[in-house]
């Protein structure tokens, strides 16, 4: 899809030529938790005398721009007691705000009403803000806590299936989101089939969703961004966080190497089902009926050194690393396979002044996986992986007139090895390899301006040019502009456009959750994906500043989407793009979200109606999928709803409940089937005949879990207990549906098929104990 040129007209103008006014000076600093030295990121600062506020950036630094005068500034982040002060306003200024921590920690989610205030005169919309204290209150899969399963559920989120971590944002696939964790790009943020993410809640500070309107400074998917923040690390003390769960474990140790000057993080953790799992099959092995049970574990670690130059300079050296692995065993047959991403990043912040500062960094990603396989005397390896090479910077530059810009260049090296294929016997009479190595360069620019034009009216715009170069080199323009207008103190209009585009793209097979996936680049036959959004909602706050309801409607352009042509070889094939089909999609919708932050019961109400549809034509009519017309995707899900709830009963008790509907996944069926026999007239086969592609569904997908969180020692530490019912009812539902051809047992004739359905979890109750100290 092409856009208007006057689009690029109008966001030249605004960025170029805005009037700027000399008469307002700087107030500047940082906010932080007093008990620790931690940089309080989206901490929320505002003057409400002049109904003007910001929020803090990922270093904890904020600015005000205010005329000359005396004023009252305030500062509240969620589990910390709000700050109030004065300040006298004569020149550019520097105020630095410790935030003490609230008495009772398990109370989170209570926070002055002034913040919800400015997530309504925030000038983004479609982002959500999750912090790890939030998290930990609610209801859990198998006792652990999960961020990313957290944010499914947001209106606009949809998971993958039953206990799935992956996330479809507004139509998109879980290739189709920017994943970053302290600015390093993380591929595959799944553990455990997709059942749990790779973020372990003691290491993370706090996640942000963007769904649409997005910043300039993030490019490279079509359809979010999950930006990752890990905590810094306490700079007063040694500190020890951990849980012990069912499944799986944790600790995490952070504190001052130099007090005052440098800290330290360290976080790991793993499962031990298959501590388990191997002494079963010791205890089984040579009875009649042995079926041995595969060997599955995980683990991660994280690592973070923070290093205060001076006043002016920061260091940063950010680490992780995680792998799974599976292997089944059984006679003379083995298989395994194993996963994983690595990465390290390290950042250089400076303050030039006090309106300019810098974030310079240079980082390594790697993901890979690997499939093994041993029969007899044979054996081969299949391994595929993606190595990233990032060297990037980023200023903010705040000026006079209410302008502050943000604009940087980044670029990347991409190595990618796609389907490595080694094949051997023991004896070495057959040997052979297969595959594709691949080098591409990956570039962008951006520019972009927070504008306050008032204190009814803020803008946000910006340009980001993008390219890649393998085979053939590519270049973009990615526009993004978004708008807030208050119509009154406690109602704003919102509004935005991004475009987007998407230069690597994942190739799976038709198990999706299984993580046997290749990454490829654009090429001259394939092209770079690419998307357009509009969004428009309203925000209403009401109750006294108790409850925000916010309406969001969207659509959203996709070109060069990929899918495989049926009986598709993606592994083993040095013609790889010869099985691609290219189309276009589309997906629309309505998000509706009403959220309840202050007093003892708190929560939100999310609905979601949304249509998500995809098109692939061909010169070939074989080759077209659905004969070429749209059908809807297998995640399009008209209706999905969220209930969260969360209840202090004491100070020591919270009780929490997560209800969840959304229509069923759409899925083929055959319409038909006919029978032919061999040429003996003996066995027939029996073909199915498919119709429309999606053209049924599953039956909807709903389920309660339950949660109650038990301080223990409120005086000392902070312990807890977290008891969690997964699927309180025992709904059973839909994993995915197959057929079961019922025969007669004398003639072994077919006589009729039987659809059956597969489900994952029924009722899991679980606990875990959390610790701190």
């Not at 205060?308 to 995680?322: A, N, P, Q, R």
């Amino acid at each position: 899809m092409r856009y208007p040129a006057y689009t690029l007209y109008f966001v030249f103008f605004l960025l170029f030529a805005l009037p700027v006014s000399a008469q307002n000076y700087t107030l500047s600093g940082v906010v932080r938790a007093a008990a620790t030295g931690e940089a309080l990121v989206g901490a929320t600062v505002a003057v409400p005398g002049l109904r003007a506020g910001t929020t803090t950036n990922e270093r904890g630094f904020y600015t005000l721009l205010l005329p000359q005068g005396n004023y009252t500034v305030q500062a509240t982040y969620i589990g910390y007691n709000p700050y109030s002060g004065n300040v006298s306003i004569s020149g550019n200024q520097s105020l630095n705000i410790p935030l003490e921590l609230a008495s009772n920690e398990l109370q989170v989610i209570e926070i002055e009403a002034s913040t919800l205030r400015q997530k309504l005169n925030d000038t983004r919309m479609s982002v959500e803000k999750l912090t790890t204290k939030e998290a930990k209150l609610l209801p859990a899969l198998f006792g652990e806590v999960d961020l990313i399963k957290t944010l499914q559920l947001k209106p606009g989120v949809q998971s993958g299936g039953e206990g799935s971590s992956g996330l479809y944002v507004r139509g998109g696939g879980p290739d189709q989101n920017l994943v970053l964790l302290d600015d390093a790009l993380i591929y595959n943020p799944s553990h455990l089939f997709g059942f749990f993410s790779v973020f372990n809640s003691d290491a993370v500070k706090s996640v942000e969703l963007y769904k649409g309107g997005f910043p300039a400074q993030f490019g490279g998917r079509l359809s979010s961004v999950v930006d990752v923040e890990m905590t810094e690390g306490n700079n007063e003390r040694i500190q020890a966080t951990g849980g012990l769960g069912l499944i799986s474990s944790r600790l995490t140790l952070d504190g001052p190497i130099v007090k005052d000057k440098a800290t330290f993080l360290i976080s790991g953790r793993r499962t031990y089902v298959d501590v388990f799992t191997r002494q079963l099959n010791r205890l089984s092995e040579g009875k009649p009926d042995y079926n041995p049970i595969p060997d599955y574990y995980f683990y991660d670690l994280n690592g973070k050194v923070n290093y205060k130059i001076g006043e002016k300079d920061e260091l940063t050296l950010s680490s992780y690393w995680g792998r799974d692995f599976f292997t089944f065993k059984d006679d003379d047959f083995k298989f395994g396979f194993d996963w994983g991403n690595s990465m390290a990043s390290l950042n250089w912040r400076h303050k030039y002044n006090d309106r300019l500062y810098s974030n310079t960094s240079a980082g390594i990603t790697k993901y890979k996986y690997t499939i093994n396989n041993e029969i007899d005397i044979f054996s081969f390896k299949l391994t595929s992986d993606i190595a990233d090479y990032t060297l990037k910077t980023d200023f903010d530059l705040f000026l006079t007139g209410g302008h502050s810009l943000k604009f940087g260049a980044s670029a990347t090296r991409h190595n990618f090895t796609i389907g490595r294929l080694n094949f051997d016997s023991d004896d070495n009479s057959l040997s052979f390899g297969a595959g594709n190595d691949y080098k591409a360069t990956e570039f962008g620019a951006y520019i972009a301006d927070d504008y306050q034009v008032n204190a009814q009216l803020s803008l946000n715009y910006g340009l980001r040019f993008s390219g890649f170069s393998n085979s053939k080199t590519y270049f973009a323009v990615e526009p993004r502009v978004a708008a807030k207008y208050n119509l009154s103190e406690n109602t704003s209009l919102k509004g935005s456009f991004a475009s987007m585009m998407q230069y690597v793209h994942l190739v799976a097979n038709s198990g999706a959750s299984l993580p046997t996936d290749i990454w490829y680049p654009s090429s001259e036959y394939v092209k770079p994906q690419r998307s357009h959004q509009v969004a428009a909602g309203i925000s209403q706050l009401f109750g006294n500043g108790k409850f925000l309801f916010t309406n969001e409607v969207y659509y959203k352009w996709m070109a060069r989407q990929i899918d495989f042509r049926d009986g598709a070889n993606l592994f083993v094939n040095d013609d790889l793009e010869a099985e691609f089909l290219f189309g276009k999609g589309k997906s629309y919708g309505n998000e509706v979200y009403l959220e309840k932050i202050k007093g003892r019961t708190t929560g939100w109400v999310g609905y979601t109606l949304s249509w998500t549809y995809r098109k692939f034509n061909s010169e070939n009519p074989e080759d077209a999928i659905n004969e070429g017309n749209w059908f809807p995707t297998r995640y399009d899900r008209r209706h999905d709803i969220s209930v969260v709830l969360l209840h202090q009963l004491s100070k020591r008790i919270n009780l929490t409940g997560a209800f969840t509907y959304g229509t069923g996944n759409a899925y083929s069926l055959p319409v038909a089937r006919f029978a032919f026999q061999d040429v003996q007239g003996q066995r027939s086969s029996v073909v199915p005949v498919y119709s429309e592609r999606n053209g049924f569904r599953l039956a909807p997908n709903h389920r309660l879990d339950l949660g109650l969180v038990l301080k223990l020692n409120p005086k000392r530490g902070s312990s807890d207990l977290t008891f969690s019912v997964y699927n309180a009812y025992n709904r059973r539902n839909p994993y995915f549906v197959y057929f079961d051809q019922v025969e007669d047992e004398e003639t072994r004739q077919t006589l009729k098929f039987q659809a059956r359905q597969v489900s994952l979890f029924p009722t899991i109750p679980s606990v875990t104990y959390n610790f701190k100290f």
